[in-house]
């Protein structure tokens, strides 16, 4: 192990998480976003499930940043998409690849998404677009970054002039009816709608104001947990579908967006959901 690494673990494993080199962390994840370039990972591709992809690329991220942070971090858990077992209650929280179909389509919006949850709420947040070199950063009280500059608090559009991303959620298509209704309705009062279709990137840009808010049906931790601080810092705000915090260790309905476009979009969802 060198220097760097070693004195990164040292912190680690002395409790000192708000003294940590985070750089250690950003690096690692910048490195690992490198393999979506590897044309023989991107060719292997598989199905988890209906309209449900893995490539190489998920597997060999997840297992990379996996290994480093077991020797950057041994005491903290690991959580991410491609990995199953026990959650520890402090905890990386990986998306290895959010947006594994635009990957497999060479779309070329994906995002890689790493967050340090310490068992009450999130303190680190990367969200990493290798394609463009987006890099969005977040350290609770100490705001966000990207490309290394600091965001301002998001501007707080009236519902006219904003821009709403939403996720159809395409393994999740019994819901079909119901997202379809919601996009209709909020339609009718922003400016336009958006589908990117990397929920970690839509998310970090409604904290950099360049979406006013989004929502999905059903969504998991990954793909939001570095996010919701990045939200939480800019000044926007988030919830489940029912208004409720969103929890870091199930599925969950996920909304967000600056205070007036999030009241747009809980008040369309309360009109139109059916449980």
């Not at 904290?207 to 990954?222: H, M, Q, S, T």
Request: net charge negative; charged share 25%; hydrophobic share 40%.
């Amino acid at each position: 192990m060198n220097f760097y690494l070693r004195t990164a673990a040292m912190y680690w494993s002395k409790g000192k998480v708000n003294h940590m080199n985070y750089q250690a962390i950003i690096d690692l994840v910048k490195q690992a976003g490198q393999f979506v370039f590897d044309p023989s990972l991107r060719s292997d591709v598989n199905m988890k499930g209906s309209a449900d992809f893995v490539t190489a690329v998920d597997l060999k991220i997840s297992s990379y940043i996996k290994q480093q942070l077991a020797i950057l971090t041994p005491d903290i858990g690991f959580m991410s998409e491609e990995e199953e077992g026990e959650i520890a209650p402090r905890r990386w929280i990986l998306d290895p690849i959010d947006g594994t179909t635009n990957l497999v389509y060479d779309y070329n919006v994906s995002s890689v998404s790493l967050a340090y949850f310490d068992g009450e709420h999130v303190d680190f947040g990367v969200i990493y677009n290798p394609f463009n070199g987006d890099l969005f950063i977040a350290k609770r009280g100490e705001g966000v970054t990207l490309n290394g500059v600091r965001l301002p608090k998001a501007a707080d559009r009236a519902p006219a002039d904003c821009l709403i991303e939403f996720g159809a959620g395409s393994t999740k298509k019994q819901y079909t009816e119901e997202h379809f209704a919601i996009a209709k309705d909020v339609f009718r009062q922003c400016l336009d709608i958006r589908r990117i279709c990397s929920s970690a990137l839509a998310i970090a840009y409604v904290a950099a104001g360049k979406l006013n808010g989004y929502f999905e049906r059903v969504i998991k931790p990954w793909d939001y947990a570095a996010a919701t601080l990045m939200l939480e810092e800019c000044g926007a705000v988030c919830s489940d579908w029912e208004g409720n915090p969103v929890p870091f260790d199930r599925p969950s309905g996920f909304v967000c967006g600056t205070p007036q476009a999030y009241t747009v979009l809980m008040d369309a969802i309360r009109r139109h959901h059916t449980r």
